[in-house]
């Protein structure tokens, strides 16, 4: 049904998607690309989304989900606390695969592997790290997966709890932004994001809000 029948009958409630990044990761990690190491949350990043939780107390929600990774499933196991919902894993949404660049810094990649981050910059959507996943991967895994929520939850609201990477990925695509430009879009630690999918748009509410903290994957 296009989007002016709808209009025609009165009937323009959205389905949103509440979508969170997971908190700060362990001490001393933040500076690393994690990509699908299963690290966990700091003290600080508990607290982010301890302070998500709160802010979202009020909003009923149809479904919870995450990342298989800790520092996503905890975060959701927070805001699952007190809700009648059961918390659903979706390894759809794991960060980007980093490949053979996993557990090193930015410095550590560019002295190990030179010419390959410039190799990316130039191509996000299709270079793949060797090893591991570009973002036009990324985005065949996890648009499908959210596609399926929202049908599944039409007109209602769920939460999903993820990582800079697949977040900013679903972001693009709800702007209508290329890969190429995925970088200008900022996710801290512990952020939300609010979309509302209509069944011709999406419809983007909220981008890094609720700013809890700086940069890691």
């Known amino acids: 049904m296009r989007l002016q029948a709808l209009r025609a009958k ?3 409630t959205p389905t949103r998607l509440y979508l969170l990044r997971h908190g700060q990761v362990a001490d001393g990690h933040t500076h690393l690309y994690h990509g699908h190491n299963d690290v966990g949350l700091s003290p600080q990043g508990v607290q982010q989304l301890e302070g ?4 979202l107390q009020e909003v009923e929600l149809a479904g919870i989900y995450a990342s298989d990774l800790t520092r996503a499933r905890v975060g959701a196991e927070i805001i699952s606390r007190g809700r009648n919902l059961k918390l659903r894993i979706m390894p759809e949404f794991r960060e980007v695969h ?7 810094s930015f410095g550590e990649i560019m002295e190990q592997f030179p010419g390959e981050l410039e190799a990316r910059f130039k191509d996000l959507a299709q270079f793949r790290i060797p090893g591991g996943e570009s ?3 990324v985005r065949g895994r996890a648009l499908p997966a959210l596609k399926l ?4 939850h039409y007109e209602k609201a769920f939460l999903v709890v993820a990582h800079a990477g697949v977040n900013r990925v ?5 702007l209508g932004l290329s890969l190429q430009h995925l970088f200008r879009l900022d996710q801290n630690y512990g952020c939300l994001n609010i979309i509302d999918y ?3 748009l999406a419809v983007v509410r ?4 609720g700013v809890n903290g700086v940069g890691g994957s």
């Open 149 to 152: 929520l929202i049908e599944e």
């Open 198 to 200: 209509f069944p011709d």
């Open 170 to 174: 679903i972001l693009a695509e709800a």
């Open 52 to 55: 998500a939780a709160a802010q």
């Open 135 to 137: 973002l036009a991967d």
């Open 10 to 12: 009165g009937s323009l």
């Open 98 to 104: 980093f490949g053979i660049w996993e557990g090193l």
């Open 206 to 209: 909220l981008v890094n809000g």
